[in-house]
């Protein structure tokens, strides 16, 4: 593997997957607004090196943002290719060993794991060749989005330590700079690192926290995956590596990082003082996340290698670089999931529209009755999985890549036996529930249900008029899926009408219309274009919670997609905007595209999803 980012980054050079860029761009909304145009063109365009940051330091963004670079950072020619070693080494160590024979025959795979551990070194790393002055102001951080609170650290590879047992970890949680020695630590209530947090708050401790920047992209690749609570983050990279990571320990407290890390910010949290507000912030739902309170993290020092790259990453409206992460995971963690956890399991995806937990589809090997409903319920109890909102359980080896391929599976639900609903942990992240990290779930089973001797009816052939009458709250009807899909995307005009008034009038002028054979139906605010499906997905994934706004009327299943700002449906919370950038910011990067040298001109993403902030609306929330 690398060496170093260095290294990555001449790889990347070598592969045509790396555009410099040497004139002065500013790191407050520019360097954003660049990379959400870049990251959005086909295929992911590339990452971007800005060498002229107004710092030190060049600055490295979209570095894992597509297919090939992706599989680059993690060292394979595919993706699939790490889905086998992973799946070998699990069937390995879980499949039943019967004979002495058998058991012998798992002692060179233990031995390889043995050489995968992570390996503290004496002496100072590569990391501590210099010995920064402590002031994070001198870094290229960014703020990326209009509304943000302030400047973020977006790639920080965060270790703590549980007070209790020692055991590491490393997880992923951005950091608004409030000063230059002063940051948020923004840790959700579900992670480890607040575990931790609270472990040293009962003891009254002072917690030691470093921060890693940069290194082998296998680090932070590992700092984002879906790990059991206590497995060291460095012993998937180093298994991903091959080969162990290297450790060093801090300057100014007794923890340990990996040597070969670009930047290293030592500190510490103290539990003991007041939590501090933190955001907003442009989150890779698409949507800000609120201000909210996080503990305050406080720099002690900062070190860093000769050659130092900064990190970052954009998250915002899909696609983005880290959908690709997401793509790693979801196949990395299947054989995990199919051997200890559902072993009917053929496939996992969760679609960009779903930013990683709204929207999840399973394939299964179905076997008996009940059994797409029990897989979505025990699913939802495993690991991160429990934040998933919306389920699809399809059986029969499903391409569940393939929409027209869902949607033929979902054709086939009988509605509302085949609907579930269930209420758990959400993603703090989520908007729409009630209370913050805690809201509704659906699972829709789209298996075969032969197994449970239903006889399908045959389904009545859809039926939509040449032209809709007239209604003064339907703004606009998108029925060029109705045929094929037996869906319906429909936007209202403005109202305080809650779900059931508001699907009750929808269904009343379908009736009027003659419709007939229609599934499912969606429904947005006027502001909303309803041209672009994959914007639709994403909005209803965002904008629902899956028991609250959604309702079965004569057969078909509605949800409500609206803005609930001001109390729709009950809501009792701020409601966020989407994430875009500013039209000041926008014209900037038009006016200096041809300096930059990224080739075509790509126009701004922003001036069409501006469409989706409501007029008189400025600011990270809804007014």
């Known amino acids: 593997m690398y060496k170093n980012l260095n290294e990555f980054i001449d790889v990347l050079r070598r592969n045509d997957e790396l555009i410099e860029i040497d004139v002065p761009v500013d790191?407050?909304?520019?360097?954003?607004?660049?990379?959400?145009?870049?990251?959005?063109?086909?295929?992911?365009?590339?990452?971007?090196?800005?060498?002229?940051?107004?710092?030190?330091?060049?600055?490295?963004?979209?570095?894992?943002?597509?297919?090939?670079?992706?599989?680059?950072?993690?060292?394979?020619?595919?993706?699939?290719?790490?889905?086998?070693?992973?799946?070998?080494?699990?069937?390995?160590?879980?499949?039943?060993?019967?004979?002495?024979?058998?058991?012998?025959?798992?002692?060179?795979?233990?031995?390889?794991?043995?050489?995968?551990?992570p390996k503290n070194k004496k002496g100072r790393g590569e990391c501590q060749e210099i010995i920064h002055d402590g002031d994070l102001t001198s870094l290229p951080i960014l703020k990326c989005w209009s509304f943000?609170?302030?400047?973020?650290?977006?790639?920080?590879?965060?270790?703590?330590?549980?007070?209790?047992?020692?055991?590491?970890?490393?997880?992923?949680?951005?950091?608004?700079?409030?000063?230059?020695?002063?940051?948020?630590?923004?840790?959700?209530?579900?992670?480890?690192?607040?575990?931790?947090?609270?472990?040293?708050?009962?003891?009254?401790?002072?917690?030691?926290?470093?921060?890693?920047l940069g290194g082998d992209p296998a680090y932070i690749y590992s700092a984002t995956a879906p790990l059991p609570d206590n497995v060291d983050e460095f012993l998937l990279a180093g298994f991903i590596r091959n080969k162990p990571v290297e450790l060093v320990r801090c300057l100014t407290n007794d923890l340990h990082v990996p040597s070969d890390c670009d930047f290293i910010i030592e500190g510490y949290i103290d539990p003991q003082e007041d939590k501090v507000t933190e955001g907003a912030f442009g989150d890779h739902t698409g949507f800000y996340s609120l201000e909210d309170k996080y503990p305050l993290f406080h720099v002690t020092c900062i070190t860093h290698r000769k050659n130092a790259v900064y990190t970052a990453t954009i998250v915002g409206i899909p696609p983005q670089e880290d959908l690709y992460i997401a793509k790693a995971t979801e196949k990395i963690f299947l054989a995990p999931i199919r051997l200890a956890l559902q072993p009917e399991v053929n496939d996992l995806f969760m679609p960009m529209e779903g930013v990683a937990h709204n929207i999840a589809v399973l394939d299964i090997d179905k076997k008996y009755p009940g059994q797409g409903f029990k897989t979505a319920a025990s699913m939802w109890g495993a690991g991160q999985m429990m934040f998933n909102k919306f389920m699809l359980v399809t059986s029969g080896g499903k391409n569940i890549r393939d929409l027209n391929d869902l949607m033929e599976a979902m054709n086939a639900v009988e509605i509302p036996r085949d609907i579930m609903f269930s209420k758990g942990p959400l993603d703090v992240l989520d908007h729409t529930s009630d209370v913050m990290g805690f809201g509704g779930k659906m699972c829709v089973d789209a298996t075969d249900k032969t197994a449970e001797g239903f006889i399908h009816s045959a389904k009545e052939e859809v039926k939509i008029p040449d032209k809709w009458t007239d209604n003064t709250d339907l703004t606009d009807i998108n029925d060029l899926y109705a045929k094929d899909w037996r869906v319906l995307f429909i936007s209202v005009k403005k109202s305080k009408s809650n779900i059931a008034e508001l699907s009750d009038s929808v269904n009343k002028?379908?009736?009027?219309?003659?419709?007939?054979?229609?599934?499912?139906?969606?429904?947005?605010?006027?502001?909303?274009?309803?041209?672009?499906?994959?914007?639709?997905?994403?909005?209803?994934?965002?904008?629902?919670?899956?028991?609250?706004?959604?309702?079965?009327?004569?057969?078909?299943?509605?949800?409500?997609?609206?803005?609930?700002?001001?109390?729709?449906?009950?809501?009792?919370?701020?409601?966020?905007?989407?994430?875009?950038?500013?039209?000041?910011t926008v014209s900037k990067v038009d006016g200096r595209w041809e300096e930059y040298g990224l080739g075509e001109f790509i126009p701004s993403p922003s001036r069409e999803y501006s469409a989706l902030v409501p007029d008189g609306s400025s600011g990270s929330a809804i007014k």
């Open 148 to 212: 943000d609170g302030g400047k973020f650290i977006t790639l920080p590879m965060v270790v703590t330590r549980d007070p209790a047992t020692g055991i590491r970890n490393v997880g992923m949680y951005r950091m608004q700079v409030f000063s230059g020695n002063t940051t948020g630590m923004h840790w959700h209530m579900h992670k480890t690192g607040a575990r931790h947090y609270e472990e040293y708050k009962k003891q009254n401790k002072r917690m030691p926290v470093a921060v890693c």
């Open 27 to 117: 790191t407050v909304l520019e360097v954003s607004e660049i990379t959400d145009r870049v990251s959005k063109s086909p295929g992911g365009g590339k990452a971007l090196l800005f060498k002229n940051t107004g710092s030190a330091y060049p600055l490295l963004t979209n570095m894992y943002g597509s297919d090939k670079r992706i599989a680059l950072a993690l060292g394979v020619e595919s993706l699939e290719e790490l889905a086998e070693r992973i799946y070998d080494l699990c069937s390995a160590v879980t499949s039943p060993k019967e004979s002495i024979a058998d058991k012998l025959r798992v002692l060179p795979v233990l031995g390889r794991l043995s050489k995968w551990f």
């Open 509 to 584: 002028y379908l009736d009027e219309n003659a419709v007939e054979g229609i599934n499912y139906v969606l429904i947005f605010d006027e502001i909303v274009p309803l041209k672009n499906i994959s914007t639709l997905l994403w909005l209803a994934g965002g904008n629902c919670d899956a028991q609250r706004d959604s309702v079965v009327l004569s057969g078909k299943l509605y949800f409500d997609a609206r803005i609930k700002a001001g109390g729709i449906n009950g809501f009792p919370r701020r409601f966020p905007n989407v994430v875009t950038s500013d039209n000041e």
